[in-house]
Nanobody
Framework: QVQLVESGGGLVQAGGSLRLSCAAS????????MGWFRQAPGKEREFVAAISWNIGSRYYADSVSGRFTISRDNARKTVYLQMNSLKPEDTAVYYC????????????????WGQGTQVTVSS
């Protein structure tokens, strides 16, 4: 069992930056792939970024590639999402998720989810 708690969301102007954190509790954090998803009002939840359990691979949605960076600290059981050059279309609730080694780009690839943190980007 893994519990996930996101933090770091807020209101920022376009072009600004935010860093989201996701703190995990429970065992075996270092064996899970970790992902970030987001959901805007009226839209489906979409993949944003993921990092493999051994930090060997990172994956990004095309819409955020080059602007967002995912990282993790297995000793601290925390995964981060550094978001730069934010755009109004990045406005959404951002969710952190943990899943077994394997595929990373679908919500179905993850077993555990946080409660989400709101990110609002004003124009």
């Amino acid at each position: 069992q893994v519990q996930l708690v996101e933090s770091g969301g807020g209101l920022v102007q376009a072009g600004g930056s935010l860093r989201l954190s996701c703190a995990a509790s429970g065992r075996s954090f270092s064996t899970y792939n970790m992902g970030w998803f987001r959901q805007a009002p009226g839209k489906e939840r979409e993949f944003v970024a993921a990092i493999s359990w051994n930090i060997g691979s990172r994956y990004y949605a095309d819409s955020v590639s080059g602007r967002f960076t995912i990282s993790r600290d297995n000793a601290r059981k925390t995964v981060y999402l550094q978001m730069n050059s934010l755009k109004p279309e990045d406005t959404a609730v951002y969710y952190c998720a943990a899943g077994p080694a394997g595929a990373v780009a679908s919500a179905n690839d993850y077993d555990y989810w946080g409660q989400g943190t709101q990110v609002t980007v004003s124009s």
